[in-house]
């Protein structure tokens, strides 16, 4: 019979979750390709200031489902870190190392 896996092996099995994008980070996501294409030049910053401008000028309601998904996002989120958590994991442990 095997034995069961030590405490290390365990910890190195489990993954802290990230966090959730923000409902930009998602738009953005999405049309990316597009806004390279618009601002004619694959640079990020180009890319980056026609986004922002795109973001600012729509409405609240074409935010809204970007808005809704990150707020599902950010509620699994909470219930994997809080099984992490509970799994023997340090929250924040990941980033300092």
Same mark, same amino acid.
């Given at each position: @019979?095997? &034995? +069961?896996?030590?405490?290390?092996?365990?910890?190195?099995?489990? $993954?802290? @979750?990230?966090? &959730? +994008?923000? @409902?930009?980070?998602?738009? /953005?996501?999405?049309?990316? $390709?597009?806004?390279?294409? $618009? &601002? *004619?030049?694959?640079?990020?910053?180009? %890319?980056?200031? /026609? #986004?922002?401008?795109?973001?600012? /000028?729509? &409405?609240?309601?074409?935010?809204? +489902?970007?808005?809704?998904?990150?707020?599902?996002?950010?509620? $699994?989120?909470?219930?994997?870190?809080?099984?992490? %958590? #509970?799994? *023997?994991? %340090?929250? *924040?442990?990941?980033?300092?190392?």
């Amino acid at each position: @019979p095997r &034995s +069961p896996p030590t405490r290390t092996a365990r910890m190195d099995a489990l $993954e802290e @979750p990230t966090k &959730s +994008p923000n @409902p930009y980070c998602l738009w /953005l996501s999405e049309n990316r $390709e597009r806004l390279t294409k $618009e &601002s *004619g030049s694959g640079g990020t910053g180009g %890319v980056g200031k /026609l #986004a922002g401008q795109k973001w600012r /000028l729509m &409405s609240d309601a074409a935010k809204k +489902p970007y808005q809704t998904k990150t707020a599902d996002l950010s509620k $699994e989120y909470a219930k994997k870190m809080a099984d992490f %958590v #509970a799994g *023997g994991g %340090v929250k *924040g442990k990941g980033r300092a190392e």
